[in-house]
Nanobody, 114 residues
Framework: VQLQAFGGGLVQTGESLRLSCAASKNISSIDHMGWYRQAPGKQRELVSGISSGGSTNYEASVKGRFTISRDNAKNTVYLQMNNLKPEDTAVYYC?????????WGQGTQVTVSS
């Protein structure tokens, strides 16, 4: 399974971006779809995830600003990021768990200028 993430860019504080992550083929059983980020000098962290049942979770600092959603028919997960802040600057990765195995996308850079 190959995942492709896109939608990153350079924005100013308060602006929005929408990230997308799509699989290279149809996948019948996706246990979990998540968005992670890694800032320079920091560990990769889970930003938001959505389970096969549709349950979502968010890292505390993005609650109320970010929204994760999925389109099962398109095997795509989205992350709508509103009111972006400089501390959101990082490389964002999508990571999926499919039948117990984790797959990563290539990462997309999000830079928020103050």
């Amino acid at each position: 399974v190959q995942l492709q993430a896109f939608g990153g860019g350079l924005v100013q504080t308060g602006e929005s971006l929408r990230l997308s992550c799509a699989a290279s083929k149809n996948i019948s059983s996706i246990d979990h779809m998540g968005w992670y980020r890694q800032a320079p000098g920091k560990q990769r962290e889970l930003v938001s995830g959505i389970s096969s049942g549709g349950s979502t979770n968010y890292e505390a600092s993005v609650k109320g600003r970010f929204t994760i959603s999925r389109d099962n028919a398109k095997n795509t997960v989205y992350l709508q990021m509103n009111n972006l802040k400089p501390e959101d600057t990082a490389v964002y990765y999508c990571g999926w768990i499919v039948l117990g195995y984790r797959y990563w996308g290539q990462g997309t850079q999000v830079t928020v200028s103050s």
